[in-house]
């Protein structure tokens, strides 16, 4: 197998930028657009830039762990890089869209590859009321929030907020309360990938919200669609004895 063209994605830290030194003594940098795979050195928010980079091209990201957490990389190991992306295992990922209606009647659409959180914007709760695929599931939530979460992402907002761990091969998405004050009994739902998730914000004038998808803010929203993405997924890399899929089952054996 030929070498393949790389582009590398590093972080502005000391350990990005020396790990990205030492790596270039192995591959050239190449720009995203005529790579064959990405390279994100940091920790999990720079997977997360480099998987908004690259999305629309295609590229497999592989990530090494400059940052604190890591949970979506690899560990930063130059030696034998060159063989290590060639024997990684690719796990396919699938992102939400987005679409948020701001208080003017503008339509925002991101991406989400972790979650879509809405958070009140003041001292004030917010209150929501949630639909799914049309039929009113709460007709007002009294919360600081909610948010939906993929798998990939479950382990890490959505696991703060106390919502479940889902594995990557189950077709479902976590939708979980921040701080629910009433219903104060409801922990949140566990819905099928292909549902598509409504939020409307009750007395937005009053009780602002903003909505985030990743690291895009929307701001004073009035309504927000969440549903899985109807484009291709994304490609990530891993070494065979750094599997995600056994790192986000051991999870749920935490304590």
């Not at 939400?96 to 003017?104: S, V």
């Not at 639909?131 to 007709?139: A, C, F, L, N, W």
């Not at 939530?141 to 990557?168: E, R």
């Amino acid at each position: 197998m030929s070498t393949p063209k790389i582009h590398f994605h590093a972080a502005d830290t000391p350990e990005a930028q020396g790990a990205l030194t030492d790596l270039l003594k192995h591959a050239d940098n190449h720009p995203p657009e005529t790579a064959d795979i990405a390279v994100a050195l940091g920790g999990d928010g720079t997977m997360l830039e480099t998987l908004h980079e690259t999305y629309n091209l295609g590229l497999p990201v592989y990530g090494m762990n400059c940052g604190s957490v890591g949970f979506l990389m690899n560990p930063f190991r130059p030696e034998n890089f060159l063989d290590r992306l060639k024997e990684a295992h690719e796990v396919d990922i699938y992102p939400l869209k987005m679409i948020a209606t701001d208080k003017n009647g503008n339509e925002h659409e991101a991406l989400a590859f972790n979650e879509v959180s809405l958070l009140r914007q003041t001292r004030q709760a917010a209150k929501l009321r949630i639909s799914v695929d049309g039929i009113e599931r709460i007709p007002e939530l009294v919360c600081d929030g909610i948010l939906v979460a993929t798998p990939a992402g479950s382990t890490a907002y959505n696991l703060s907020a106390h919502g479940p761990i889902i594995p990557l091969s189950a077709n479902v998405l976590a939708l979980t309360p921040i701080s629910a004050f009433r219903p104060r009994r409801w922990r949140g739902a566990l819905l099928p990938s292909h549902l598509k998730i409504k939020i409307e914000i009750l007395n937005d004038v009053k009780r602002p919200v903003s909505a985030t998808a990743d690291s895009t803010e929307i701001r004073d929203v009035v309504s927000v669609e969440i549903r899985q993405s109807d484009s291709a997924g994304c490609t990530l890399l891993f070494d065979p004895d750094h599997n995600l899929e056994e790192r986000i089952l051991k999870e749920q054996f935490i304590s």
